[in-house]
């Protein structure tokens, strides 16, 4: 059974960091796609970044792009999302997800398994 457990939010202000960790286990994640969404209060559950668990390619949603990173440890079965100059519009749940497949999709609906979520803060 695939579990995954996310860890790292909290309280920032606006310009700080944070850096999110994912442990997943349960079955090898070699040929799936590992991504990080989020969900702020009456939004939709949007697209953050992807990472291909065996090549490390990475895929990110134009909002986070140059200030977010994606990373794994495929030692430690972890997914990393490093979050720089972070800003108020940032602030929302933060969701590991699984996707069964090895290519790329920005699609919530299109991955497998959820995590439980982290709230990220950001303060102006």
């Known amino acids: 059974q695939v579990q995954l457990v996310e860890s790292g939010g909290g309280l920032v202000q606006a310009g700080g960091s944070l850096r999110l960790s994912c442990a997943a286990s349960?079955?090898?994640?070699?040929?799936?796609?590992m991504g990080w969404f989020r969900q702020a209060p009456g939004k939709e559950r949007e697209f953050v970044a992807a990472i291909k668990w065996s090549g490390g390619n990475t895929s990110y949603a134009d909002p986070v792009k140059g200030r977010f990173s994606i990373s794994r440890d495929q030692a430690k079965s972890t997914v990393y999302l490093q979050m720089n100059n972070l800003k108020p519009d940032d602030t929302a749940v933060y969701y590991c997800?699984?996707?069964?497949?090895?290519?790329?999709?920005?699609?919530?609906?299109?991955?497998?398994?959820w995590g439980q979520g982290t709230q990220v803060t950001v303060s102006s």
């Open positions: 997800a699984v996707r069964r497949f090895s290519w790329f999709s920005r699609f919530h609906d299109e991955y497998d398994y």
């Open positions: 349960g079955r090898s994640f070699s040929g799936w796609v």
